[in-house]
């Protein structure tokens, strides 16, 4: 089992910057886990924003390359999102989730409770 908590989230205008945070617990150390950053907008599905797998290859989705930087800090098992040039288009509530497989995708198995990420023009 793995928890996630989620912090860093807010209200800004654009094209400001935000840094997320997840800082994970519990089953940590015993296997390799991708983690990744995912959104939801009012009304919409839920999609990745970006990921790291377990070998510690990074995956930006098309719409944030440029903007976001995805880091781990495996000595304190905290994961990051830098967002730089926010745009009205990314308020969302923001999950960070993990995962045993290679990639996370919507379907991994651990999630945080999210946190909020809203962008005014």
């Known amino acids: 089992q793995v928890q996630l908590v989620e912090s860093g989230g807010g209200s800004v205008q654009a094209g400001g910057s935000l840094r997320l945070s997840c800082a994970a617990s519990?089953?940590?150390?015993?296997?390799?886990?991708?983690m990744g950053w995912f959104r939801q907008a009012p009304g919409k599905e839920r999609e990745a924003v970006a990921t790291?797998?377990?070998?510690?290859?990074?995956w930006y989705a098309g719409f944030v390359k440029g903007r976001f930087t995805i880091s781990k800090d495996n000595a304190k098992n905290t994961l990051h999102l830098q967002m730089n040039s926010l745009k009205p288009e990314d308020t969302a509530m923001y999950y960070c989730?993990?995962?045993?497989?290679?990639?996370?995708?919507?379907?991994?198995?651990?999630w945080g409770q999210g946190t909020q990420v809203t962008v005014s023009s």
């Open positions: 790291i797998n377990y070998g510690g290859s990074p």
């Open positions: 989730a993990a995962d045993s497989a290679y990639y996370c995708n919507t379907n991994a198995n651990y």
């Open positions: 519990g089953d940590t150390s015993s296997r390799r886990y991708c």
